[in-house]
């Protein structure tokens, strides 16, 4: 079925889905609106994960770090086995490699380890997580709101172009925000079910979901700090004993879950780790890989990511916190996402999916916003400019949706170059070594060879066939002499276009 089929067919579905679904939310049937926000969301993500190839920032990386651990969990690797001399500090080649946190690392690997390795696998964890997060936007839309709020919010959360093309790994940073944002937002959750059942239980839940969070993309996590403690002091259930017994336990409980890796990872690996924790400071006071913007870089992608009257609901939020201080709930949303938003435009380094983890703090602005909207019309004279806004802020995201999934464009989702590495992989080859291929990362993952994008000299390439290596060089017209003549080696034409 070629892309374009597959595209009208996802748009024509969910189209059907998410119109039921607002139908049922008129009848008061939540249930059912939200089983179909859901089924429709799923449907969009499966839609934007069935790109069999990977895609280069960052997907292609976490894929071999996670195929490499399903053999060794507790040594992630991006260059199994480096034939040939490397940089500790460059992180797109080396060969330990703790760049980033292990726990969607190792969900990836899990899951390639049941279903194969293979782009579907991969994605895998990432469908499910933002699937179930949009169920997790309904129930805190409800808490903080009812259910409309709440149903408005899991809608925006289901359509949302940014979460759905980064469960697909279009996007830099890809999985490893994903599985940031869930366990965020999971959080807050377990949080709520802390407040309303005052259990424990649940308290330890929101810890070990901080961790996790930790574990996934480190320490903005503990934004969710903040907004446990006013969310806890503004339901009026708990003393003040009780609180700080809880938040100690709240502490300990992160704590226990993050803290092993990364004092394995210092014993372990101590020049990688260290090299690595400098790194992640250098991201605040330098532009690192080129990726940095103005002071106002945020306030401007916010636009792009959640419709273009964003700047609407904000103003009004914080309009209506200013105007009632006691409102400690209200805060905290607005400390969900205000604290990293500020924070990030400072740091020198700026990537749009930074601010990924805020997403449901926006969703639910932009909610009460709209539902604000719906009430104050029936009073007003010109509800036609009413009516173009509550479109507008529909309307809106879901254009940006359509725009990041392309389903009306020819897309090559199978491309020649990854069936070229899987026929290559199908001989078999031992100790293979494979030179002068533009996609060494990918074809690490595709095949059981270590490869390099160039040439090493010809003594080098004596060297490793005295040592055992197949030497396989990819023939794309620049094959030195000296190298081409060596005995033993074996000549490929690869496919070298994406």
């Known amino acids: 079925m070629s892309n374009i089929i597959f595209g009208i067919l996802t748009i024509i579905?969910?189209?059907i889905g998410y119109f039921y679904s607002w139908k049922q939310l008129s009848k008061n049937n939540y249930s059912i609106a939200i089983?179909?926000?859901?089924?429709?969301?799923?449907?969009?993500?499966?839609?934007?994960?069935?790109?069999?190839?990977?895609?280069e920032w960052d997907e292609r990386y976490h894929a071999l770090v996670a195929k490499n651990l399903i053999q060794h969990p507790l040594l992630p690797t991006l260059y199994d086995n480096p034939v040939l001399p490397?940089?500790?500090?460059?992180?797109?080649?080396?060969?330990?490699?703790v760049h980033k946190q292990p726990l969607p690392l190792w969900a990836m690997a899990a899951s390639m380890w049941v279903f194969g390795v293979n782009e579907i696998a991969l994605r895998l964890p990432s469908i499910i997580l933002t699937t179930l997060g949009i169920w997790l936007a309904f129930r805190i839309g409800t808490y903080f709101h009812n259910q409309k709020v709440g149903f408005l919010t899991a809608f925006f959360f289901s359509i949302n172009g940014q979460i759905i093309e980064m469960t697909g790994g279009r996007w830099a940073t890809d999985h490893i925000d994903i599985f940031f944002l869930f366990f965020v937002e999971l959080a807050v959750f377990f949080t709520i079910l802390f407040i309303q059942k005052k259990k424990p239980v649940f308290n330890i839940l929101v810890g070990i979901s901080i961790g996790a969070a930790i574990l996934s993309k480190w320490l903005p996590a503990l934004i969710v700090l903040p907004v446990w403690l006013l969310m806890i002091i503004y339901s009026g259930k708990f003393k003040i004993k009780t609180i700080i017994t809880q938040f100690t336990i709240l502490i300990i409980s992160c704590v226990v879950v993050f803290l092993p890796w990364q004092l394995y990872i210092f014993h372990a690996f101590p020049v990688e780790a260290k090299w690595e924790a400098s790194f992640n400071l250098k991201h605040i006071t330098e532009?690192?890989?080129?990726q940095t913007?103005?002071?106002?870089?945020?306030?401007?992608?916010?636009?792009?990511?959640?419709?273009?009257?964003i700047y609407l609901p904000l103003g009004w939020f914080i309009w209506k916190m200013v105007k009632n201080r006691t409102d400690l709930n209200r805060l905290a949303i607005f400390i969900w996402f205000f604290i990293p938003f500020l924070f990030f435009s400072f740091v020198k380094t700026k990537l749009p999916a930074y601010l990924l983890f805020t997403a449901p703090a926006l969703f639910l602005i932009t909610a009460d916003f709209y539902f604000m909207l719906t009430e104050n019309k029936k009073n007003k004279h010109r509800k036609w400019f009413y009516n173009l806004i509550l479109i507008l802020l529909v309307a809106l995201p879901i254009r940006f949706t359509i725009e990041r999934m392309k389903p009306f464009q020819k897309i090559e989702r199978n491309p020649q170059w990854v069936a070229d590495l899987k026929e290559l992989n199908d001989k078999k080859i031992e100790n293979g070594v494979l030179l002068n291929y533009y996609k060494p990362i990918e074809a690490m993952f595709y095949t059981n060879?270590?490869?390099y994008q160039?040439?090493?000299?010809?003594?080098?390439?004596?060297?490793?066939?005295g040592k055992g290596y197949t030497i396989i060089i990819n023939d794309n017209g620049n094959i030195p002499k000296d190298v081409k003549s060596i005995n033993g080696i074996k000549i490929v034409t690869l496919t070298n276009l994406n």
């Open 86 to 97: 490397y940089d500790y500090k460059a992180w797109a080649a080396n060969h330990i490699w």
């Open 287 to 290: 532009a690192l890989d080129g």
């Open 449 to 451: 060879l270590t490869a």
């Open 293 to 309: 913007g103005p002071f106002y870089f945020f306030f401007k992608k916010i636009r792009i990511n959640y419709g273009d009257l």
């Open 35 to 55: 089983f179909l926000l859901v089924l429709c969301g799923l449907i969009l993500r499966i839609y934007m994960s069935t790109d069999f190839f990977l895609h």
């Open 454 to 465: 160039y040439i090493p000299d010809e003594k080098t390439i004596l060297d490793l066939i």
């Open 13 to 15: 579905l969910c189209s």
